[in-house]
């Protein structure tokens, strides 16, 4: 196993030399921590004393203390160091001029998870837009994509579609870094950010969180674990839906289900190559909050058993249609609001796609409907070449 180095780590063992004389604003969460659990913001504190004047947190909260879309987090203060926590997932998404006048440099340290619906990259993409607005520098310091960067899955979004859970026309398991996604917006929008980025050391592309070696620090909530991560592509689909997407269990997206799920009726449905690289244990649970909430609830837990054959994407919208062919009188998409978007059909703007919704309800083949997608799904793969960090 690699002696893997993310950005955060170099700067603790010398790269913040880079950072001296800089006003530094670090947009980071509980996740953003170097290999001896230090955090980015004790790291740059001790480092740099004094240097640091502005926190920012994305969705769930600087501390990832809030559950859930549209669960705004408040705006605090820094005690020890008393400077402002600026949430940018409160009244508003947008960093404000007052948030990035004290600095010159917004030093970026996030965990994402290889999902397009994952929000920090858009919230990487609205403070890249006001950083070359005002005039400051990013600086990414970038971190392993947990499902690895080789596969790439699913319709490329509609731009029609696009949203804070898909801000450009990208796969639903995009195969970037938060690095490279960066590069990626800055070329794609034009930004002309003053953007840098400080490669992670001894990552490749093949590689999947489980090859890392690196301890898993849960991004958010819902993300406890890799494996939470690696079904994560398909399995948020089912927040279109109201089927329980496992929330207010101890193994949210693996486990999902609702009260009317005849399992064994779900099963006959699918085809048995839809759960290529994977196994789905029949599963009770009870959620202790959101959807069904105290209720009983049947559905499947999804055990990954090869990571190279499991295609998530494919797996779960197998699933849906599954469910959707089963249930048709008692299953439903949610209606909006969905993350800020209130006119839209949530199930829409996660698939990216509203024909692709079509497709699933008329019971149209899967293959064939991927079949459809798959020109754009190679022409973004040779796109990204151009701005990939890692061979």
Not at 287 to 314: E, V
Request: net charge negative.
């Amino acid at each position: 196993m690699e002696n893997i180095l993310t950005g955060l780590d170099q700067v603790t063992e010398g790269e913040w030399t880079r950072f001296e004389g800089q006003r530094l604003g670090l947009l980071s969460n509980q996740a953003s921590l170097n290999r001896l659990l230090e955090t980015a913001r004790d790291v740059l504190q001790k480092k740099l004393p004094g240097q640091l004047q502005v926190l920012f947190g994305p969705q769930h909260g600087y501390g990832g203390e809030d559950q859930d879309n549209m669960v705004e987090t408040p705006h605090t203060h820094d005690e020890a160091l008393n400077i402002p926590v600026f949430s940018l997932y409160a009244e508003s998404r947008e960093p404000r001029p007052e948030m990035f006048e004290p600095i010159d440099t917004l030093i970026v340290d996030l965990q994402d998870v290889g999902t397009r619906v994952y929000t920090f990259s858009s919230t990487m993409l609205r403070c890249m837009r006001a950083a070359a607005r005002f005039g400051k520098k990013i600086v990414v310091l970038d971190r392993p994509n947990p499902l690895g960067g080789n596969i790439l899955e699913g319709n490329c979004l509609s731009p029609e579609l696009f949203s804070f859970v898909g801000p450009a026309s990208l796969p639903m398991r995009h195969g970037l870094t938060m690095g490279e996604m960066a590069l990626f917006f800055n070329q794609i929008f034009a930004l002309e950010c003053n953007l840098e980025v400080l490669p992670v050391i001894g990552w490749r592309r093949h590689m999947t969180w489980r090859e890392t070696g690196l301890r898993w620090l849960m991004p958010s909530p819902n993300m406890p674990f890799p494996e939470t991560a690696f079904v994560y592509p398909g399995q948020v689909l089912w927040e279109g839906t109201h089927v329980s997407e496992g929330r207010g269990t101890c193994r949210p997206f693996e486990i999902f289900g609702a009260p009317y799920f005849d399992t064994s009726g779900i099963r006959k449905r699918l085809d048995p190559r839809a759960l290529s690289g994977c196994y789905l244990q029949e599963y009770l649970f009870r959620p202790t909050f959101h959807k069904w909430s105290g209720q009983l609830c049947r559905g499947f837990m999804i055990h990954i058993l090869d990571l190279d054959a499991y295609r998530p994407y494919h797996t779960s919208l197998a699933l849906l249609q599954a469910v959707i062919s089963h249930h048709g009188e008692q299953f439903e998409w949610k209606e909006p609001p969905y993350e800020y978007e209130y006119e839209k059909k949530p199930i829409d703007m996660i698939l990216g796609s509203a024909s692709l919704r079509h497709g699933l309800e008329s019971g149209r083949s899967l293959y064939r409907l991927q079949k459809d997608w798959l020109p754009d799904l190679k022409t973004y793969g040779e796109w990204i070449k151009a701005i990939l960090l890692y061979s």
